[in-house]
Structures are given as C-alpha cells and as structure tokens.
C-alpha cells in the first residue's frame, strides 16, 4: 500500500481538429505525488491545468508518456483506478431535476452503493458536508457554494484515496470560498487521503497545499514547497521605512543582502534577503533620522506566481 497516488513521466498531449494544425497543450509533465499531501498544480487559464487533471482523472490519455494511479497502470487499469479516485470540478452539473438526496442517492448507485450501505454513506456525507437543510432542494435552486459542497459530497460517496479538485473555488464568494478551503482542509486531515488541486488562486495554494507544480503554456518550470518556491526565486521580504530626516540611500544599496532600494522624501522600500542578519544594520542607518514606523511583508505565492509568468 506503499505505492505513489501519482506518478507520470514524459506526459504530453495535444488537441487535433480539421480545421488546424494541432495545439500541444502539455509538454514533458513529469512529476511524482506522495501519499497524504495535498499536491497544487498553479497556473494562469490555459495553462494546462485542467487537461492535467484529466489525464491524472483518467478522463482522457496523453499521446506521450508513462503514468501510474496508486501503483496501477492508467491506461491498463482505468477501470480499477476509477474504483480508487474520484474527482469534483468548478462548475458541478448534476441532474437539475433531482434534490440534494436524490442526486446522492444516484451517485452512489453508479458506485456501486445499495441497501442499508447507501442509505448509510448519503446520511454520512450530507452530516459531513452541513447538507441537511437542503437535502430535499432540488440542483438547479441550489447556491454556486451549495452546488460546490454537493459536488465535493459526491466526490467522498467511494472513500477515494486520491481524490482531484479542479478549481475548487472559482466563481464563488470570498467567504464561501473560505468555507470552501475549510471543508477541503477539513477532509484531508480527517480522511488521511492524498489530494491534487489545480488553481489559479494564490492564497488557496499557499493555505492547502504541500507542494505545488506551477505550469505555464503546458510546461512545469517550477515544482516545490510554496516556502522554498520563494526562497528559490530571490524573493526577500519587503522592508519599508517611513521616516524624518535625512539617511544615506547609497550606504542601505551597500549593505550586505539588500537586494534592491527604491526611495522618496521620507520613505524608503526595500527588498532584502531573510538569510541575512541585516535589519540591525539598516536600522543603524537611519540613526541621524527619526524613525516614524517600520513595516516588514514576507513574499507570497502571488510575487511567485508573477515572477513564474514572466
């Protein structure tokens, strides 16, 4: 049981159609997930994302490359794979007609759930997911936050021990996407199964994930933890002073780690490396100024994902 939830060499794909030459969509994805993490694929729209997902989902297959689901060969053992995972997207679309239970219910049966035993798992996942003042309500008179929380009901009905969420949250309230990485959060701990998340959401991947793969036209060209994603691009924390005075700009440029210095009248902005021991040095600096406050921003996955799609 020791197995990778995921693991794919040289994966590549591409879209054909009679009216133009192919569009490559991925090129050489090679990447390994480990069980129990919550691995981030991140990435502007038309990254690459989704068909990754896909693939991983065994929704589709690349033309190129070798891939394995829990041990199990994807393209041999899809059937057996898809006992294993399962998989909620951005937009859910369920029978419109059917409620909350009924759509449950229905799920369940595809996987094979019947008698006492479905009954069981429904009542379960509408506990777990607060459905229960809306299990009578039909789909389509559902909220996007309340249609986003039946479709991650539906995607735990198997147990999966790898379960894929793409785009999670797209479209929804900031607060109800909140919940939302909560309930995401909330799963995998208590589940103990391993996750794969695409988004384009900065803060979403910082908050969930263990690693992220960051994907631009089709191509990983970075994969890491959020924190060494930082340290590996040079990005110091974000050191501005406001002060009265006057302070050499010249001397800060010299001090040791300082990776840039932008300055006006009263107030100077640094980037500096946090390895260095050096905001005792910048603070002695400004000894013939009055110092009026110091503000200090570590760099996050949005100076990561910035400097990535450059």
Same mark, same amino acid.
């Given at each position: 049981?020791?197995?990778?939830?995921? #693991?794919?060499? /040289?994966?590549?794909?591409?879209?054909?159609?009679?009216?133009?030459?192919?569009?490559?969509?991925? !090129?050489?994805?090679?990447?390994?997930?480990?069980?129990?993490? @919550?691995? /981030?694929?991140?990435? &502007?729209?038309?990254?690459?994302?989704?068909?990754? @997902?896909?693939?991983?989902?065994?929704?589709?297959?690349? #033309?190129?490359?070798?891939? %394995?689901?829990?041990?199990?060969?994807?393209?041999?053992?899809?059937?057996?794979?898809?006992?294993?995972?399962?998989?909620?997207?951005?937009?859910?679309?369920? &029978?419109?007609?059917?409620?909350?239970? #009924?759509?449950?219910? %229905?799920?369940?049966?595809?996987?094979? +759930?019947?008698?006492?035993?479905?009954?069981?798992?429904?009542?379960?996942?509408?506990?777990?997911?607060?459905?229960?003042?809306?299990?009578?309500?039909?789909?389509?008179?559902?909220?996007?936050?309340?249609?986003?929380?039946?479709?991650?009901? !539906?995607? =735990? +009905?198997?147990?999966?021990? +790898?379960?894929?969420?793409?785009?999670?949250?797209?479209?929804?309230?900031?607060? @109800?996407?909140?919940?939302?990485?909560? +309930?995401?959060?909330?799963? %995998?701990?208590?589940?103990?199964?391993?996750?794969?998340?695409?988004? %384009?959401?900065?803060?979403?991947?910082? =908050?969930?994930?263990?690693?992220?793969?960051?994907?631009?036209?089709? !191509?990983?060209?970075?994969?890491?933890?959020?924190?060494?994603?930082?340290?590996?691009?040079?990005?110091?924390?974000?050191?501005?002073?406001?002060?009265?005075?006057?302070?050499? @700009?010249?001397?800060?440029?010299?001090?040791?780690?300082?990776?840039?210095?932008?300055?006006?009248?009263?107030?100077?902005?640094?980037?500096?490396?946090?390895?260095?021991?050096?905001?005792?040095?910048?603070?002695?600096?400004?000894?013939?100024?009055?110092?009026?406050?110091?503000?200090?921003?570590?760099?996050?996955?949005?100076?990561?994902?910035?400097?990535?799609?450059?």
């Amino acid at each position: 049981m020791g197995e990778k939830p995921v #693991e794919a060499q /040289g994966i590549c794909k591409s879209y054909r159609s009679f009216f133009r030459a192919a569009t490559t969509v991925l !090129k050489d994805i090679s990447l390994e997930v480990e069980a129990g993490e @919550i691995f /981030g694929l991140l990435g &502007p729209n038309g990254s690459g994302k989704t068909t990754l @997902i896909s693939i991983f989902s065994t929704l589709i297959y690349p #033309e190129i490359g070798r891939l %394995h689901i829990l041990g199990l060969d994807a393209h041999r053992d899809r059937n057996e794979i898809r006992k294993l995972i399962n998989i909620s997207t951005a937009k859910p679309n369920f &029978p419109w007609s059917l409620t909350v239970k #009924e759509n449950l219910r %229905h799920y369940g049966m595809l996987y094979g +759930l019947y008698g006492p035993a479905l009954s069981q798992t429904v009542r379960d996942q509408i506990d777990a997911f607060e459905l229960g003042d809306f299990q009578a309500m039909k789909f389509e008179d559902l909220s996007t936050g309340l249609k986003q929380r039946l479709s991650l009901a !539906k995607a =735990m +009905l198997n147990q999966p021990r +790898l379960l894929f969420l793409d785009e999670p949250t797209t479209g929804l309230d900031p607060d @109800i996407s909140m919940k939302t990485r909560l +309930l995401i959060q909330r799963i %995998h701990e208590e589940e103990n199964i391993s996750v794969v998340l695409s988004t %384009h959401y900065m803060p979403e991947a910082e =908050m969930l994930c263990d690693r992220i793969a960051f994907l631009r036209k089709g !191509k990983i060209v970075a994969l890491n933890t959020p924190q060494n994603l930082k340290n590996q691009l040079g990005l110091g924390e974000k050191v501005t002073v406001l002060y009265e005075g006057s302070v050499s @700009i010249a001397e800060l440029e010299r001090v040791p780690g300082v990776i840039s210095v932008s300055s006006v009248p009263g107030r100077v902005e640094m980037i500096i490396d946090r390895s260095m021991e050096n905001l005792d040095i910048i603070v002695k600096l400004f000894a013939k100024a009055r110092i009026l406050d110091i503000i200090i921003k570590e760099p996050d996955l949005e100076d990561v994902f910035i400097e990535l799609a450059r």
